[in-house]
């Protein structure tokens, strides 16, 4: 990395001793930065958070938690990620859970994960008083936010300012045993608890490494519990010598771009869009849309001609995400060519790539050089990629194998036994790999449309087209069973954006969705056309990763 010459850290035997490498390569440069109350910025060193974390893992131990299984809920924090780190690096197996799911499942997490300890911000004191009847094995309730002890509930602070020597830091770690244990939260059903260990995470870190060439400050952004964030948000920009600063809230999303001024953040397409979207918005409103447009072809054609003005033509664009922003790495789920080109001409790199929290997550992802537009990237060199069934066109399922593919599901050896032979894990994603490498996702085995023509279509690939359509925010292809057994045409369940809606009228929308789809249409062959299309008036559920689902439909 540019001007740190310690950085990359590669090849960690495990979290503590990449942590006990990053104190010493960060020296006095912050390696997390927070949001104060007063809305200012307070940097924390690597020296700091060590120190902390082990009076945390002391504190754990001095508990009766050694080898236990820990959880831990709640935004990203400080906290939030000293308990992550204090209970791989000493102590036990962490179990992260999704902050936006309900009491009950939770509740179930809770029980099934064989948790003994829950880690919690202070804004769940009410979930936990909810659950906390019902989980006998759950043995202690740790509030990160409470000064002192209260009745049942243990203080984060307290337990750092209180702790003695119990020989955390001379436990021993195999990175090769489970260390975290996460829970899916898909689209399509009932999740499943993944167990992780520190060497798939570290693979799988490691990995993004060797492709990437990242910034100096990213700003964490996506939830912390997911793997894509805590992998890659957290852990990859540790070994790469990057200051992490915690966005506090989605309500301070761009403010904080405003306070902490990061050059990279990790986004899920819906971020990106809501991104995009305000770009073009602000232009309209200002009448300067079309004077854009232009602004974008004449930069193109002197790219073209070797001559890049792009930080001086958008200057106004990146001053609105914090002026220092150059690169973006997306993931999570299905992400549009046009936006990955349409940023680059605005001069901000945006890299999509691929990941499942069974493979720590990291597949593939897009160099900063060598990228390809609607591609999910080239895999990282750890892993074994292949695809397998494949279909005339190529596309067939994605298979992965290397030390960043999970031991398997907790407590569940028939739901492993379904995705993994031979070492090989399988996906469920159906996709190709191109003449240049480049893995291509074509959509997920279980939402396979098959029509009675014997035609395959993945809705996903059309959903792309269709997205295309300005003012479409959302849609869903599906195909209805005709006398409830055969799949003949395909139909969209599409939901307008606000904006689009509030200017026109119920038939006007109509009118335009019936003449842009046959649009659309016309650059398909038949059998993927769109028959008859519904326009909603709400938005799709959705799971916690903003993935809409489809089986809720």
Known sequence: MENYPNYP?????????????????YGARDMLRVRTKEKTVRGIGAGEFLSDMDALGNALLGLGLADAHIAVIGPTSYEWLLTYYAVQCGVGVIVPIDK???DGEIANILADSGARALVFSGEYADTVENIRGGLAAVKYYIDMRAE????????????????????????????????????????????????LTQKNILSASEGGLSLLDLGQVCMSVLPVHHSFESTHGITMMIQNGTT???????????????????DMIFLVPLFVEMMHRKIWQNAEANGQAEALRALVEKSNAELRAGEDNRGRYFKNIRDAFGGNLKLIICGGAPLSARLMREFRELGILLLNGYGITECAPLVSVNKNRYYCDGAVGIPIACCDVKVENADEDGDGEIWVKGPNVMLGYYKNEEGTREVMKDGWFNTGDI???????????????????????????YPEEIEEYLMRIPYIKEVIVYAPLADG???TELCAEIFVTEEYT?????????????KDISAVNKTLPTFKHIGRFHVRDREFEKTTKKSIKRFAM
């Open 9 to 25: 850290l590669r090849n960690e035997k495990n979290m503590r001793t990449m942590l006990a490498a990053a104190k010493k390569a």
């Open 100 to 102: 936006e799911l309900p």
């Open 148 to 195: 002192k002890n209260g009745g049942n509930t243990l203080s984060f602070r307290g337990l750092i300012r209180e702790a003695k020597d119990c020989g955390y830091e001379q436990r021993e770690i195999d990175e090769n045993a489970m260390s975290a244990l996460l829970y899916t939260s898909g689209t399509t059903g009932k999740s499943k608890g993944v167990m």
């Open 244 to 262: 992490i600063c915690i966005n506090d809230s989605l309500r301070h999303f761009m403010e904080n771009l405003q306070l902490f001024k990061p």
């Open 431 to 457: 996709g190709r790999i191109d003449g240049g490498g480049f893995l291509h996702i074509t959509g997920r085995k279980k939402n396979l449309i098959v029509l009675s023509s014997g035609k395959n279509v």
């Open 485 to 487: 057994m055969r799949e």
């Open 502 to 514: 509030a200017v026109h009228s119920a038939r006007e929308i109509e009118e335009n969705l019936r």
